[in-house]
């Protein structure tokens, strides 16, 4: 199976990241896709972030009725801060009968040069890019001659993590924004107030 990697801390998972999620494993040819709850992100500061395992239950909850799309807790137990090349060398032994491709929003295309190994993750991963309003894709030699990127026309979010939490904290109904199953257990446990 060709399986691909979307990486994030999830805190919350939102209906943006199951849009992206959902459309890269409708319209490619990704089999599926493992949404990767990261404990530690070498780019963000740990403190704003909920526990490991209540943002994995959120996941858990958000993917449960969409058969391509599977949480996964793999960086949990591996040393910290995480690196996705060590990740994706893990995971390759753990799971030497599937294939592993990134996903990412362009502006972390934009920034890929700069990741530990980068050079590794550019040569040996197929990469699936998702536009950004935001940003705009740099073309670098680099990729152009070593890497296999596949840009998928997925629709353009804006929406953030950050905005939810702001706007909790700041007592709005962001309920659209989150999947029914999410906001519930958000707003059972008083998460982000």
Excluded: C
Excluded at 33 to 55: A, E, G, I, Y
Excluded at 66 to 83: H, V
Excluded at 154 to 167: C, D, G, K, N, V
Aim: aromatic content about 10%; cysteine-free; glycine content about 4%.
């Amino acid at each position: 199976m060709k399986i691909g990697l979307f990486f994030g801390t999830f805190n919350p998972i939102h209906v943006g990241h199951l849009i992206i999620a959902n459309h890269m494993a409708e319209y490619s040819d990704l089999d599926q896709v493992w949404v990767v709850v990261t404990p530690q992100s070498p780019h963000k500061k740990k403190q704003s972030l909920l526990d490991n395992h209540q943002r994995l239950e959120m996941v858990y909850r958000a993917t449960k009725a969409y058969p391509k799309l599977k949480p996964s807790a793999i960086e949990f137990d591996l040393p910290q801060p995480n690196y996705t090349v060590h990740t994706l060398a893990y995971l390759e032994e753990k799971y030497p009968e599937h294939r592993f491709a990134l996903i990412m929003g362009e502006d972390n295309l934009n920034s890929l040069p700069k990741w530990k190994n980068a050079d590794v993750l550019i040569k040996g991963y197929p990469i699936y890019v998702y536009p950004r309003q935001s940003s705009e894709l740099k073309k670098t030699a680099v990729f152009e001659k070593e890497a296999n990127i596949t840009k998928i026309d997925a629709p353009i979010m804006e929406l953030s993590s950050t905005l939810i939490r702001q706007s909790i904290k700041s007592g709005k109904n962001i309920r659209p924004m989150l999947p029914a199953a999410v906001w519930d257990y958000l707003d059972e446990m008083n998460f982000y107030k």
